[in-house]
């Protein structure tokens, strides 16, 4: 089963950046999509970029686009995901995820179901 650890996550200031990090586990080619979700307490996991690890495909929330860029690493096993011009409301845990083997690349709407492995999660804080 694939592992995931994200990292690059802390304190910023609005209209600042962070590059987030997801480390996979080498079996990460089991998976067909990484997806990048947020959480802020007591609201739903929110899916906020995705990538097909077999390249073409990639998928950006609406509340995201055009400020944050998702990419894969050359190794294959690191998704990143770059966030700029960042605003209060980024604020959560960010979760690195990998979708079910089963499903064939990434799809819209990023359902929190459909993601079988997930990590820790790395805080961003971000203040006005």
């Known amino acids: 089963q694939v592992m995931l650890v994200e990292s690059g996550g802390g304190s910023v200031q609005a209209g600042g950046s962070l590059r987030l990090s997801c480390v996979a586990s080498p079996d990460i080619l089991s998976t067909r999509c990484m997806g990048w979700f947020r959480q802020v307490p007591g609201k739903e996991r929110e899916g906020i970029a995705a990538i097909s690890t077999e390249g073409g495909n990639i998928l950006y929330a609406d509340s995201v686009r055009g400020r944050v860029a998702i990419s894969q690493g050359n190794a294959k096993t690191t998704i990143y995901l770059d966030v700029n011009r960042l605003k209060p409301e980024d604020s959560g845990m960010y979760y690195c995820?990998?979708?079910?083997?089963?499903?064939?690349?990434?799809?819209?709407?990023?359902?929190?179901?459909?993601?079988?492995?997930w990590g820790q999660g790395t805080q961003v804080t971000v203040s006005s």
């Open positions: 995820a990998a979708r079910a083997p089963v499903y064939v690349g990434c799809a819209w709407p990023l359902r929190v179901i459909d993601y079988h492995t």
